[in-house]
């Protein structure tokens, strides 16, 4: 019984993140928070939708900006989790510094927590460069 319930949890789970994409895959565009434009393509914020044009009547790639878009809303909740995660790891880190009264072992688990902090922090700037990553390999430089 308890297999059966946490079955039906699961599957009730993924039901409700799998309804509403597949509800929105038949959108004809998409709405752009982000504002970028390069030499081949222009995004500009507001709805996409395919089959428009630019103001210079060029036609607007709509799938290729809504990929962008997508990717610099993934990556700026990234930067923000990962920053806010270091921030409480620095925090957490002082403290147990402040409290080791001069115990190796509680130091060197401090010291992790400082490191882990400054990983935390590397990540998150690479999740801020991953955009121009992904616009110099799809070729939209």
Not at 17 to 36: E, N, R
Request: proline share 4%; glycine share 8%; with cysteine.
């Amino acid at each position: 019984m308890k297999k059966f319930f946490s079955t039906l949890v699961l599957l009730s789970l993924l039901g409700a993140v799998l309804v509403p994409m597949i509800a929105s895959a038949q959108a004809t565009g998409c709405s752009i928070k982000h504002d970028f434009t390069s030499n081949s393509i222009t995004c500009a914020i507001g709805p996409c939708t395919f089959g428009t044009t630019g103001s210079d009547d060029t036609p607007i790639n709509c799938s290729r900006c809504c990929f962008l878009d997508l990717v610099y809303t993934i990556t700026d909740w990234l930067f923000f989790i990962t920053l806010s995660l270091a921030v409480v790891f620095i925090l957490v880190g002082g403290f147990k510094f402040i409290t080791a009264s001069g115990s190796p072992e509680k130091a060197m688990e401090a010291r992790s927590y400082l490191i882990y902090a400054a990983i935390g922090v590397l990540v998150a700037l690479l999740a801020k460069a991953l955009p121009a990553i992904v616009r110099s390999i799809a070729g939209l430089t």
